[in-house]
């Protein structure tokens, strides 16, 4: 990002954190689909994107007074979404563990028409193989975001980002077949 | 083999196509929603206490009903008492 668009960004966050309706809603614009393929990526489900981006958004608008830098809007606005994310995984878990499903329940695959290729089909079946952590890292990485940024995202170090992007990247090459799925 | 950078782009695509139109200001008016609707802290407390005290009258109201009859059925045994021994002359 360059520095004109950055000063354009801390503007239009400095305007949505006085309230303004009009730069909240550029923000949500701006940034819904990168979130959105975020969610999806960390969740593999594509029937609960929306839902979980809203609350992405909705805990954004509420809390943007809270944000002391707005330089970081970005870093801050991704680790809310991974935040949420692994929330909704863990909610998941427990609720599998509290409400015995039977098996038939389980793994209830995407709506028809929800996959469009076999690569993406792939991609989603090695994501879901992966941790949730690596996946938020994966995914931070295909945004474009740089070691350091995914560190501050995830508050962590650049050195532990970087060794445990490589074992992510590994075990994705290891889960990726998409010739050999069905 | 690793995924082509296309096909994170297809998932982008393929998750912001699952975005209703209309997404930003569904967000903003569920957000203004919840905060008009949230309650504050000082009612919350208030809600608390009073939940509280309703339930300590409740178990106090309670246990002043159990312990009258308790009482009334010890006076009745207790005056059953006294009178068998007033009759039988024992008390004297």
């Known amino acids: ?182 | 083999m690793n995924p082509e950078p296309y096909v994170w782009h297809q998932l982008q695509n393929h998750a912001a196509s699952r975005l209703r139109p209309g997404f930003a200001d569904r967000v903003l008016r569920v957000a203004r929603a919840g905060v008009e609707a949230a309650p504050s802290l000082l009612s919350q407390f208030l809600l608390c206490a009073a939940t509280a005290a309703a339930c300590f009258a409740g178990v106090a109201l309670f246990q002043a009903h159990n312990s009258s009859i308790e009482n009334q059925r010890s006076l009745a045994a207790w005056q059953d008492i006294a009178s068998a021994t007033s009759d039988t002359g024992l008390g004297q």
């Open chain 1, 1 to 182: 990002m360059d520095s004109s668009s950055t000063t354009a960004l801390v503007d239009l966050v400095c305007r949505a954190q006085r309230g303004e309706e009009a730069a909240q809603r550029e923000l949500i614009v701006s940034y819904q689909h990168r979130v959105a393929g975020f969610v999806y990526a960390m969740t593999g489900r594509s029937d609960s994107v929306e839902d979980i981006a809203q609350q992405v958004f909705i805990k954004m608008v509420r809390a943007l007074d809270r944000l002391q830098a707005p330089a970081q809007f970005e870093s801050w606005l991704f680790r809310l979404a991974r935040n949420t994310c692994i929330d909704h995984l863990r909610r998941q878990k427990l609720r599998r563990i509290f409400i015995a499903f039977g098996p038939e329940h389980e793994d209830v695959p995407e709506p028809a028409g929800a996959v469009d290729t076999e690569e993406l089909d792939a991609l989603r079946h090695a994501l879901d193989q992966l941790r949730p952590q690596d996946r938020a890292l994966l995914a931070l990485v295909q945004e474009g975001r740089s070691h350091a940024e995914i560190a501050e995202t995830l508050q962590s170090s650049v050195a532990a980002v970087k060794a445990r992007l490589h074992r992510a990247r590994e075990q994705l090459r290891q889960h990726y077949q998409p010739h050999h799925e069905s």
